[in-house]
Structure formats: C-alpha cells, structure tokens
C-alpha cells in the first residue's frame, strides 16, 4: 500500500532530487531534517514537492492516492504535527507549525453508505509567513494569506486575509466560586 520514510538514530540529511515510494513522486530541492519518529506514507500516483523543511518528532504526513502536497522553503513542523491529504495541499514558505496542529484538506462522507472510506475533498492553501499555533485544526477548502498568525486552539475554515491574527473567542461559562 505505502512505504514508510524513517530515520535512523539521529537526524538525516538527505539530498535527493526525487523518489519514489509506491508510485507516488516526492521532490527534494535542499537538505531535509528527518527524525527517526517521522511518520511519512506516499501513496501511489500521488506528488510531493518539499522545500527545506524541518520535521520536530512525532509528526505524520499522510499524502493519499492521487493527491498532491507542496511545502515551502522555511516551513517548521513542531512536535506532533499531522497532514493528511486526500486532494490539494500547498504550504508556502516560512510557516510554523506550533505543536499538535492538524491539517486535513477532506471529511468524511457521512451520509454515504460505506462513510469510512468515502471523502469529500477540498483544498488548503497556506500561504507566505504564517504562524500557525499549537492545537489548530486546519480544516478542507481554507485559504490562510500571507502574514498571518493562528491563534493556539483555533479551528480554521474558510479565507483568512492577509495580515490577519485569528482565534476563536472562549467565553467563561460560569465562574468558579470561591
């Protein structure tokens, strides 16, 4: 079904113009951090184009059958970051992923029959210097410009414009007594 790219006990440099992993085309243009608990699956007929990118521990990278996943020069993975794309990725350059970030460019298709393996699939673009917290989902058909920053804990759908600092406002409840 897929491969898996692993590291060994330290960090790896890899130079590598292509590979191939189960039919699917990953393209290196520079060196590449990759930690031993990297979790990378390419599937077949799928692309990946990487620019220098630094993967902490822990992250998943899932690009599915047919998809297509670009990222940027500059683009830092935290620890425990997933993206798991099913259609269209693109990631520009000099984002930052805090911890824990999710990204997923499809959702289920819950009224299907078979809901567990059919999608329904948009796109993500994230563009030029964003800063994306620790503990946002980024959900499918979202277009985050650039110069912007997520706030930690948001979840994101839709066009957020350039510039722009979004978070999801948290209301008190009810206040503790005392």
Known sequence: MFRKIFGFSRYLYYKLKSLFLNNGNISFNTRILLPISLNFEVHKKS????????????VSIRVRESAKLIIGTGVNFNNA???TCRGDI??????????NVMVFDHDH????????NNFKIGKIVIEDNVWIGAN??????????????????????????????VYNKRDIIQKAKG
């Open 81 to 83: 970051c997933i993206v």
């Open 136 to 165: 946002v989902i980024i959900l499918k058909n979202t277009i985050i410009k650039k110069n912007s920053v997520i706030a930690a804990g948001t979840v994101v759908r839709g066009t957020v414009g350039e510039n722009s600092i």
């Open 109 to 116: 298709d819950y009224l299907a029959k078979d809901y567990a």
């Open 47 to 58: 692309e990946v184009k990487l620019g220098k990118v630094i993967f902490n521990k822990n």
């Open 90 to 99: 693109n990631i520009g350059n000099n984002v930052l992923f805090g911890p």
